[in-house]
């Protein structure tokens, strides 16, 4: 089973791009779906995007499509989420997970806090 590390959040204003990273210990990261979630707070915890083991298929919340890319290279055992055109609702605490399918995220990391001032 792997590990997961997320990095590079930070504080940013509106319209600035981040870059996080998601390392994943182990030798069995490509065989795993990974994805990214967010939790605001007070709010519950909502599904960012998605991507399957080969990086061929790709899936977005409609708040995120068009500003979000997710994508992983497998011989880093890394998964990354470029936010490009930060708004002050995507501040939240981002979480990266893996999974064999799209429908069970059973590794979570521990989450790096994004904040985007107005």
């Known amino acids: 089973q792997v590990q997961l590390v997320e990095s590079g959040g930070g504080l940013v204003q509106t319209g600035d791009s981040l870059r996080l990273s998601c390392a994943a210990s182990?030798?069995?990261?490509?065989?795993?779906?990974m994805a990214w979630f967010r939790q605001a707070p007070g709010k519950e915890r909502e599904f960012v995007a998605r991507i399957n083991w080969t990086g061929g298929s790709t899936g977005y919340a409609d708040s995120v499509k068009g500003r979000f890319t997710i994508s992983r290279d497998n011989a880093k055992n890394t998964a990354y989420l470029q936010m490009n055109s930060l708004k002050p609702e995507d501040t939240a605490v981002y979480y990266c997970?893996?999974?064999?399918?799209?429908?069970?995220?059973?590794?979570w990391g521990q989450g790096t806090q994004v904040t985007v001032s107005s």
């Open positions: 182990g030798r069995t990261f490509s065989t795993y779906a």
């Open positions: 997970a893996a999974g064999v399918t799209f429908l069970n995220w059973n590794v």
